[in-house]
T-cell receptor, first 111, second 116 residues
Framework: AQSVAQPEDQVNVAEGNPLTVKCTYS??????LFWYVQYPNRGLQFLLK??????LVKGSYGFEAEFNKSQTSFHLKKPSALVSDSALYFC?????????FGAGTTVTVRA | SQTIHQWPATLVQPVGSPLSLECTVEGTSNPNLYWYRQAAGRGLQLLFYSVGIGQISSEVPQNLSASRPQDRQFILSSKKLLLSDSGFYLC???????????????FGDGTRLSIL
């Protein structure tokens, strides 16, 4: 079965500092990886995906993610975090016709 | 552009009562449709997905069921709710895979279900 792991329940950063949210994957074959963000009482919003090609994927709201095959990682990054980036972030991997999600990482950006 | 609607946004139901949550998608045809449950604001559990009218795949055995009576309509139902059915239910859609590549899923705003 395909799976992803998000090793950190919470990430706290100061506004203006770099933000990294970690994700590692375990798949057979080529991984199709995704990042989503969820604000309170809302659905998930798609941020970016890796299917093939460049290892650095750029997405919405200034986020990017780096696919690292040797480390089986797909960490989400933002060079300069904003208070409005405070939310719950999910990494996901394709499994059959659906997605398998990580447990989520709560990001808090303090002013 | 494509939009997805879920209703109701909030629902409080007694144990043993029936359930019907509806999800519709606009602006696309033959979408893949999904129902997820999110407990305690964290991980998502895939409940059902559908690749076409009348085609439902169940991921987790439970007292819930799903139906797809129309191309862009996905309904989550139960005949008798349990306390453990409380949670945040999310509907999602995605376009069909293109050239074998999975398309991202787009989520509705969810239904918060509380069972009393």
């Amino acid at each position: 079965a395909q799976s992803v792991a998000q090793p950190e329940d919470q990430v706290n950063v100061a506004e203006g500092n770099p933000l990294t949210v970690k994700c590692t994957y375990s798949v057979s074959g080529n991984p199709y990886l995704f990042w989503y963000v969820q604000y309170p009482n809302r659905g998930l919003q798609f941020l970016l995906k890796y299917i093939t090609g460049d290892n650095l994927v750029k997405g919405s709201y200034g986020f990017e993610a780096e696919f690292n095959k040797s480390q089986t990682s797909f960490h989400l990054k933002k060079p300069s975090a904003l208070v409005s980036d405070s939310a719950l972030y999910f990494c996901a991997v394709r499994e059959d016709s659906a997605l398998s999600f990580g447990a989520g990482t709560t990001v808090t950006v303090r002013a | 552009s494509q939009t997805i609607h879920q209703w109701p946004a909030t629902l409080v139901q007694p144990v043993g009562s029936p359930l019907s949550l509806e999800c519709t998608v606009e602006g696309t045809s033959n979408p893949n449709l999904y129902w997820y449950r999110q407990a305690a604001g964290r991980g998502l559990q895939l409940l059902f997905y559908s690749v076409g009218i009348g085609q439902i795949s169940s991921e987790v055995p439970q007292n819930l069921s799903a139906s797809r009576p129309q191309d862009r309509q996905f309904i989550l139902s139960s005949k008798k709710l349990l306390l453990s059915d409380s949670g945040f239910y999310l509907c999602a859609w995605s376009a069909e895979p293109r050239q074998g590549r999975t398309q991202p899923q787009h989520f509705g705003d969810g239904t918060r279900l509380s069972i009393l």
